[in-house]
């Protein structure tokens, strides 16, 4: 699918933003690299320092160049005071079927050897995951680009096993690290609480091609060298802090229940820092209820009569428990 189809090209739209990055490398505090197999390694926060610009940009880059990240001065939390602010011009194409980590990479086996989730404009070239046929979309940019988030460079195999199902030679592909322990890491994971909200909806079987526009923010928390503090407060920024808006075609009461259901709180396993629950459930994620991950609160606004339904809430307490650990 290309430009001027129903749907703009994410790697098209996301190839420039990734070239101003590799200009910029030295200002933001990135290292470049090239794999030995050809592809180019963008290190943003494993030796390299990046920070929380290099997070923000890669934050737009993984939303296929059709989503814009801001850092707002201002929160409903006062220990923590800034926000990451979310909006996309295509929600669904941007949050789904790019910045989504959808696709599973491993080499050696879970538990050992290298893993890492792909999100990133590349997905849509190699669509290994269902909802592309779901939403019938391909990208045929001559690029793919994934943001991982891992603490290594992906192995040779790995490389050359990304390429072959994206069509295209490794040295057309190109990959940014960003460690969840990373400054760059921690705001990238936390600029994906408008996807967050889009793949609950999703998950609730709500039609996605009902969603017009949405808007998303959440408190940037503070990094942690401890993987799991750190993927604890990225994940409880949405779950406790994270707002959504919605604008939705369709009955306004099927926008109210959707509203009803979105919040984080709806599921069972809300309610303790994400930490804790991770630890209880063995450090595996499909032990926890999937209908846990949304923001907190959520507003969803029916276009065809023009009214608005609010439900969920803002958990400071929660926050202050994962935060100040």
Same mark, same amino acid.
């Given at each position: 699918m290309t430009e001027g189809a129903s749907r703009p090209s994410v790697g098209r739209r996301s190839a420039p933003l990734f070239e101003a990055l590799l200009a910029d490398?030295?200002?933001?505090?990135?290292?470049?690299?090239?794999?030995?197999?050809?592809?180019?390694?963008?290190?943003?926060?494993?030796?390299?320092?990046?920070?929380?610009?290099?997070?923000?940009?890669?934050?737009?880059?993984?939303?296929?160049?059709?989503?814009?990240?801001?850092?707002?001065?201002?929160?409903p939390f006062p220990d923590w005071p800034f926000s990451l602010c979310v909006s996309a011009a295509e929600p669904v194409t941007a949050c789904l079927l790019s910045q989504y980590a959808g696709w599973k990479l491993e080499r050696g086996g879970e538990g050992k050897g290298w893993f890492a989730m792909a999100s990133g404009p590349?997905?849509?070239?190699?669509?290994?995951?269902?909802?592309?046929?779901?939403? !019938?979309?391909?990208?045929?940019?001559?690029? !793919?680009?994934?943001?991982?988030?891992?603490?290594?460079?992906p192995p040779h195999e790995v490389v050359t096993e990304v390429a072959a199902a994206c069509g295209l030679e490794p040295a057309q592909l190109a990959f940014i690290l960003t460690p969840t322990t990373s400054l760059a890491g921690l705001v990238q994971i936390t600029a994906r609480v408008l996807e967050v909200g889009l793949h609950k909806l999703h998950e609730l079987g709500f039609p996605l091609?009902?969603?017009?526009?949405?808007?998303?923010?959440?408190?940037?928390?503070? *990094?942690? *060298?401890?993987?799991?503090?750190?993927?604890?407060?990225?994940?409880?920024?949405?779950?406790?802090?994270g707002e959504l808006w919605l604008c939705v075609e369709g009955p306004e009461g099927e926008a109210r229940r959707l509203a009803e259901q979105l919040p984080s709180s709806s599921s069972p396993d809300w309610g303790r820092p994400f930490a804790e629950l991770?630890?209880?459930?063995?450090?595996?994620?499909?032990?926890?209820?999937?209908?846990?991950?949304? *923001?907190?609160?959520?507003?969803?606004?029916?276009?065809?009569?023009?009214?608005?339904?609010?439900?969920?809430?803002?958990?400071?307490?929660?926050?202050?428990?994962?935060?100040?650990?």
């Open positions: 490398a030295e200002a933001l505090r990135l290292e470049v690299e090239t794999h030995p197999s050809g592809a180019r390694i963008v290190d943003a926060g494993i030796r390299a320092a990046g920070g929380i610009e290099a997070g923000r940009r890669i934050a737009e880059i993984c939303m296929g160049g059709l989503g814009r990240v801001t850092i707002e001065g201002s929160s590349g997905r849509a070239r190699a669509r290994r995951e269902a909802l592309f046929a779901e939403l !019938a979309y391909a990208d045929d940019a001559d690029r !793919a680009i994934f943001v991982l988030e891992t603490d290594r460079p091609d009902r969603v017009r526009d949405g808007l998303g923010r959440a408190p940037l928390p503070p *990094p942690s *060298p401890d993987l799991l503090t750190a993927m604890g407060r990225s994940n409880d920024a949405i779950l406790f802090g991770f630890r209880e459930a063995g450090c595996d994620f499909y032990r926890i209820d999937r209908l846990l991950f949304s *923001p907190a609160r959520v507003h969803v606004t029916a276009l065809e009569s023009g009214r608005s339904f609010s439900a969920g809430r803002l958990a400071p307490e929660l926050l202050a428990r994962s935060f100040g650990g």
